[in-house]
């Protein structure tokens, strides 16, 4: 049996100093205000008809990020409501969790724009007893994996985890005293500052390449040495296209002879990420539909139109792989007249995400019809100006993702702290 550490217990949630604590979540709650730990209203009582211009705004679930107010999706309610629904109120500085996945119980700070705001069904109010709690010391607590894990242990649903009020109550949480907790909110704030600004640093050069995008693939700034006009084409007479898989069944996916791209990996990508490609069985007749390189790959269909039409190209020599069944694919006659580095920008370019997404049909489900996409006439430069623009913008691309695997670097470091300084493996002094 192995010995504790001088100045260390064992506990129910294993060791930690000894002038430490393990408490509830139902225990970090300020006795002296109302309220102080409550889930948002019932469906019934706050429905769409009480969503109005002005007035109160609603905190919706995904406004809950994991450890940052997400400040979109504005809707509000209105005052009368508001009170009527006071036992929901929550305010600035107050910690809010989420019942639902994606994580379940995943929390965040009130930020203080607003003087007050009304909960959504699925948050869950917690204004801490600050005479005991750090408010940051304990929000990190609540997102740290140990609390987290038993959250979604507690959680029901198959496909949406969801945890209810009286199951996070009883949770544990570790404790140390308070200045304690305030040195390690501390430290943790100084890498919250270093990520934040990295994040910040991301959005404006997304936003500078988004620019550029523009101009470059518009025709609109040119390089030097590049004149004379863009050659109009109609897509259908410079490639031609060919179907995803059809009538699988599912015992077909999962295992097989093939690999093949999947919706979700053309929507998130520009490129193929030839990392994620899941496996399929093809048969015979199915073959003459292989993906190539350089091959432009479309979805086809979804819940709203901007999201059909969404383009990625593959840009790697892979055998024996395939699309799935809601994309379609597009194979230029010859590569001399659409470069493919050029393509994966160019086809989601603002201007033909625009030219595309108008096609889309439907209601409440939107498709798009490969021969209507055939139809679209567009303007392209000389192949040595679109590997000039590939080129340019593809350095763009590189220094986004060396700043995103910076940015991978701090959360890092900030979990590898979480993991010793909540446990008390590291003390700080004080």
Sequence with gaps: MSSIQEGYKQTKVGVIPEEWEVVTFNDLRDTDV??????????????????????????????IGDGSFINKDFIYTSEEKATELKSCLIYPNDIILAKMAEPV???CIIPSFENKFL?????????????????????????????????????????????????????????PPLKEQQKIAQILTTWDDAIS??????EEKEQLKKG?????????????????????????DIGKTYGGLSKKKAEDFGQGNAKYITYKNIFDNSKINIDIFERVIVNANEKQNKVQYGDILFTTSSETPEEVGMSSVLLDEIDNLFLNSFCFGFRPYNLEEIDPYFARFYFRSYYMRDKISRLAQGSTRFNLSKLQVMKIKTKLPSKQEQQKIAQVLSTADKEIELLKEEL?????????????LLTGEVRVRV
């Design 34 to 63: 109302s309220h102080s730990i409550t889930g948002g209203p019932f469906g019934s009582n706050l429905k769409s008809e009480h969503y109005t211009k002005t007035g109160v705004r609603i905190i919706q679930l995904q406004n």
């Design 105 to 107: 119980a995943r929390a």
């Design 119 to 175: 909960m959504g069904s699925d948050g869950i109010r917690l204004h801490i007893d600050k005479n005991k709690y750090d408010n940051k010391f304990i929000l990190e607590s609540i997102n740290y994996k140990q609390f987290r894990q038993i959250a979604i242990a507690r959680s029901t649903g198959s496909t949406r985890q969801r945890i209810g009020l009286n199951d996070l109550k009883t949770i544990p949480i570790v404790i």
């Design 197 to 202: 600004k990295q994040e910040a640093l991301i």
């Design 212 to 236: 550029l995008m523009q101009k470059l693939l518009s025709g609109e700034v040119r390089f030097e040495g590049f004149e004379g006009e863009w050659e109009e084409v109609r897509l259908g």
């Design 408 to 420: 991978e670097a701090l959360k890092e470091q900030k979990r590898g702290l979480m993991q010793k």
